[in-house]
Every structure is written in C-alpha cells, then in structure tokens.
C-alpha cells in the first residue's frame, strides 16, 4: 500500500489532467457569465478567489480511469466546482467569515445579501448545465451531495451545546459537509467513464474527503494565518468543535475541561485565551489522535482503489491521498 506520510504535491495530483483542468476554468467562465453588471463584478471577483481545483481533477481522473476521457467529464467538473464555490460562498454568509484564503469574502467586499444570492445563482448555473449533459443520474448525484451538505451546514449551525459534540457527530457532520461532494466528483466521473468503477470510486471520494477534512482541521491548531489563510484557533474563536478537540477532551480532566468550557462562553476570547486552549489540546494528545484518524481514513481510499485498472489516472488518485493528508495549507 502507497505511503500516505510521504508527501505529494497537487502538481502530481492535477498533472494527468492538466490540459483538461484549463478547460475548466473556461467552462466556469462561460457558465457563469452574466448580462447583469453585479453578478458579473462578483462573478469575476470569485474566478480571481477559485480555489486549487481538487475536486474537478478528481472527478477527470476518475473518469480517465481504464479508459479514455468522455467529453462530458470537462463540463460536469466546472459544475462541482460551481456547487463547492457555492456552498463556501453561503458558508462564508452563515458564519459572518470576512476572509476566505486570506482575502476578504462575498459579504464582506458587498452585503449578507448579496452572498446568499450569489450562492443561490451558482446553484442555478449548475443545474442547467447538468439539464444540458442530458444524465438524470448526474443530476441525482448532485442534488444528493448538495442535499447533504444543506443539512450538514444545518447540523452545525444547530448544535447548541457544541462540547456535548462527539466523535460521530463529528463523523457525520464532515461525512456531509466535505465528503459527499469529493465522492459525488468521483462518482460523476465514473458515470459518464466505466460505469462499472462507480462503487469503488465513489467509496474513494468519501473516505479521501474523511480524511482531507480531518487533515484541514488539524491545520487550525498547527498553521498559521500566512499559511493557511486563517488564524490559528480560527475554529475555536467560533466555538467549533473538530476532532482534535474531542480527542483531547476524552482525555481531559475536570479542571481543564473547565477551562475549554470557560473559553466557549466567551463572546470575544483573546489570542492569549485560544492559545491556552490550543496548547491544552496538543498537550492532552489531541493533534495525534486526530493525525491517526486521518490515516485510518487514507488507508481505507487507498484500500478502495485495489485492483482497479493501472496507469497514470489511478496513480493520481493515489497521490491524491498522501496530499490530502500532509498539505500545510
């Protein structure tokens, strides 16, 4: 099995598909495009903020995967990364975010207002284009993995009593939020390559997306601003529960769990606060337990990949993982 410590940068990942990833972009250009001069203005303000396109060069690789790539696979990867600029546009809106990738978000550069409508209009471009790929299948897989991402963003924003948070809650809330649309990337690609990989494929999707957001988390108590776009503590200034904090609560005695309730009831908690906290869950094993998890979930992708056709596409996939895991941003 691939060494998931050993790390792959996402010029390895991206490089099979290279070409088609530049088709991408303009696909996202021409479906996006807007004759209404605000929706343009942010329309390009978000083409400029597009993020590092994982999840189409998911959704190519696995449609090239023991066979050639089908013309539909360019277009239905601009619409997943329609969806997921979506639902960080209305993320960015549910949680008042004034930075994404360290540059100011949709409702910080113009209103709440305009956010949740921009997220409604990608929404809405993404459809019709799925309507004119002609797949009903394709629609259903994306109508289910935004589903779940909805009510994952509901689950979150619902949890009242965030330190009652454990460890399947947690499960099932990033199951939602990040991995149903990396195994939905997958699954598409699948859809319109060999149809008879979309199990496996997808199956890869989810569990790569377990650990992606694992590894992205863990990134909140290790990074910092310069580096991952966010404070360090960004997730505990929120009161958000992630796994590095239930693993060090599940070993926390009662006077430190005391001072990691302390924190959550603060309204605007210092730096010096968050990095008491910070430090109370590397001390507790918290990161390592997490970093643990997020193997367990890489082997599990990696495991999903055996005995599907060689070459450079599954190869990929594979380094897919090992970046998932060891990105530092």
């Not at 990033?174 to 997958?186: Q, R």
Request: hydrophobic content about 45%; glycine content about 6%.
């Amino acid at each position: 099995m691939q060494d998931v410590s050993a790390p792959a940068g996402l010029d390895v990942v991206q490089g099979p598909v290279r070409d088609e990833l530049d088709r991408v972009i303009d696909e996202l250009r021409r479906i996006i495009v807007s004759d209404f001069h605000q929706i343009e203005e942010v329309n390009q303000y978000l083409l400029l903020l597009r993020g590092k396109l994982l999840r189409p060069a998911l959704l190519l690789l696995a449609n090239r995967v023991g066979r050639p790539q089908d013309p539909r696979a360019v277009t239905l990867a601009a619409v997943v990364e329609l969806v997921h600029l979506a639902t960080l546009v209305h993320d960015d809106a549910v949680d008042h975010s004034v930075l994404r990738r360290g540059q100011p978000t949709v409702n910080a550069l113009w209103s709440h207002q305009v956010a949740v409508i921009m997220g409604d209009y990608l929404y809405s471009r993404a459809i019709i284009e799925l309507a004119e790929v002609g797949s009903h299948e394709a629609t259903r897989v994306m109508a289910r993995a935004a589903n779940e991402m909805s009510v994952g963003e509901m689950r979150q924003l619902t949890a009242y009593d965030a330190l009652e948070f454990t460890e399947a809650d947690y499960d099932r809330l990033i199951a939602a939020k990040t991995a149903s649309l990396m195994s939905a990337a997958c699954e598409l690609g699948a859809l319109v390559g060999d149809e008879r990989l979309r199990g496996p494929l997808a199956s890869f999707g989810h569990s790569l997306g377990m650990a992606f957001q694992v590894a992205d988390d863990l990134l909140d108590y290790t990074g910092s601003a310069d580096v991952t776009g966010k404070p360090t503590g960004h997730d505990l200034r929120e009161r958000k529960v992630t796994l590095p904090l239930v693993g060090a609560m599940s070993r926390a005695t009662p006077s430190q769990m005391d001072q990691i309730r302390h924190l959550f009831t603060l309204v605007d908690p210092s730096d010096l606060e968050i990095a008491a906290v910070v430090d109370l869950v590397k001390d507790l094993g918290g990161l390592e337990y997490a970093r643990e998890k997020a193997v367990q979930f890489a082997d599990a992708a990696l495991r999903t990949l055996d005995g599907l056709p060689e070459g450079p596409a599954l190869d990929a996939l594979r380094a897919s993982v090992a970046y998932a895991t060891q990105r530092n941003r």
